[in-house]
């Protein structure tokens, strides 16, 4: 290999030792002896724009109909530190997480780089709370330690500078605020691992790692869990290996012409109904060989897709 050798750990910022651990085209996972983090180099955040452009992140703007919490928000509503507090949400995207925040009579607060998400936040979930803009602006908008709760869902490992950005994001806690965080499980199964890889994803976690940079940040962490593949994950991911073969892209060509000139969603009911009926069909055609994988990766312990981690910050010197 000629990989160069990175000097210091993307995760700690000290001298490592540093380990090989995987190639991905021109990218190299390095794991660090210290920390136990992993990170990949380069180390580089695509920025706002390649993330505009990527499918996987722009479909959510386009059809902003999912509504429910999904399972990492739902280890946190079930914690609920600091009830009542001051949440922020950072990446909150279309803001459905902090609805139902709200609901537990958190006074929630989102942020996210993108203008489209943060468009459809407020309109469709009627948050007017929800901002453009990243932990920078937070800071000057609300001033330092005025927030009681940090959440992060599948944040982490898109930054490329995940120490400093924790050291900043913890001071708009107060003392004795929580933080919460969901990443991608890097014990989960190669196969579910498509798209955690760079240049969307630059490092990879386990408890241990993030205990370790949680705590050498000034955190205690409280709860960790490993949250397993749900069995409508394991049905989606055939839906998606199939995709060309049984899906007619239906729905999506009624969620494009129920947009108007500025591109907001303007009829959400024929979408729903197809969406419900395309489900259906991905249930009929995939339940069997879904419950089989299902039950293989419980037995050999690949079943685990996100960490969610809730840390408490100590005292603020
Ligand atoms: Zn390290």
Redesign the pocket.
């Known amino acids: 290999m000629t990989e160069i050798k990175p000097t210091n750990?993307?995760?700690?910022?000290?001298s490592?030792p540093l380990i090989q651990k995987e190639v991905y085209g021109k990218s190299t996972l390095w794991e660090?002896?210290?920390?136990?983090?992993q990170f990949w180099t380069p180390m580089e955040n695509p920025g706002a724009e390649w993330y505009e452009h990527d499918l996987r992140y722009s479909f959510r703007n386009l059809n902003p109909l999912v509504t429910d919490p999904e399972h990492n928000h739902r280890e946190f509503l079930k914690d609920a530190p600091n009830k009542g507090g001051k949440l922020l949400d950072v990446g909150t995207g279309t803001g459905y997480f902090l609805a139902a925040a709200d609901k537990l009579d958190y006074d929630s607060y989102g942020i996210d780089f993108d203008q489209e998400a943060i468009i459809t936040a407020r309109d469709i979930f009627k948050l007017k709370n929800a901002y453009v803009g990243d932990v920078d602006y937070a800071i000057e908008k609300f001033g330092e330690h005025y927030f009681d709760v940090l959440t992060l869902f599948e944040v982490m490992e898109h930054l490329d500078k995940p120490k400093e950005f924790l050291v900043k994001a913890r001071q708009l806690l107060k003392s004795g605020g929580h933080i919460a965080i969901s990443v991608p499980f890097r014990g989960s199964w190669n196969v579910f691992k498509k798209f955690d890889k760079p240049p969307r994803h630059l490092t990879r976690w386990n408890q241990k790692s993030m205990k370790?940079f949680l705590e050498s940040n000034g955190f205690k962490v409280v709860r960790t869990k490993v949250i397993s593949a749900p069995f409508s994950f394991i049905i989606g991911r055939f839906h998606f290996w199939f995709k060309g073969i049984f899906s007619f892209g239906i729905v999506e060509k009624v969620a494009a012409k129920s947009k108007d000139a500025s591109g907001r969603l303007v009829d959400n009911s024929k979408i729903n109904t197809l969406r419900k009926l395309a489900l259906a069909k991905d249930y009929i055609l995939f339940t069997i060989p879904a419950a089989f994988l299902y039950v293989y990766l419980w037995l050999v312990r690949k079943n685990g897709i996100d960490l969610y981690v809730l840390a408490k910050l100590g005292d603020i010197d």
Do not use: A, I, R
């Open positions: 750990c993307g995760v700690c910022n000290e490592g660090c002896g210290q920390c136990l983090g370790n």
